[in-house]
């Protein structure tokens, strides 16, 4: 526990346990370039206003010392406006290592998880900005469905193939992507979306960790390599 609380001290930009952090309402699309971010809000769509489907992805890199790596997403709940829970398929387009299917997100088990495939260009090594959303997962709900609640399970804070950088994108019924991304930072454990008319809030059961901060520099120090040896080796 001491060395997982010395690190953090180093890599950590801690926003206080439990923070909320908001979205906007989905903008009209034929204007999306025009609307501005309500006063409080953070842009991005609001799958409260009815998505058939619902794309999450990687917003940055995964907490690897090597370049190569991928993301381990164990669960995604959904709810509706009226609480019942929902149950959506699950599929990718991005690949799947061996043993982890993306089935795994949606199968009500926080303890199997689906594991992307090896991807060059994830890890703190050799990040690169064209390797957001390069990890994703595509929810189809069948219908047209106003979510009021979407909760992200993730390995933990220790978890080296976690991420503290989420994209949700939000889908009509013929799959077209509104382009107002949700891109928030999440907890590398539980995160909750709680969204209404009004827009979407997350709060984290643990504080959001930039593990790769002290090392995104375009190559991984040997400071930087010790520091995420000591966490995750």
Known sequence: MARVWWLSWIFVRV???GEFLVTSPSPDVSSVSSVEPTSGYIGGCNPFQGVRYLRISNGREIPRWLCSASWDIYEVELTDSTGARLAPSASTMTGVSDDHPVSNVVDGDRSSFHA?????????????DSKIGSQQVDLDLGTLTQVARIVIVQGGDTDPWSVGNLRIECGDMSMAFDPAVMQFEISRAVTTIECTAQGCRAELSTPYLDICGACRCGTLTAVGL???ALLFG
């Open 15 to 17: 926003q206080g346990d």
């Open 116 to 128: 992307g495939d090896w991807d060059i260009g994830l890890g703190c090594s050799c990040w690169d």
């Open 226 to 228: 010790a520091l995420l």
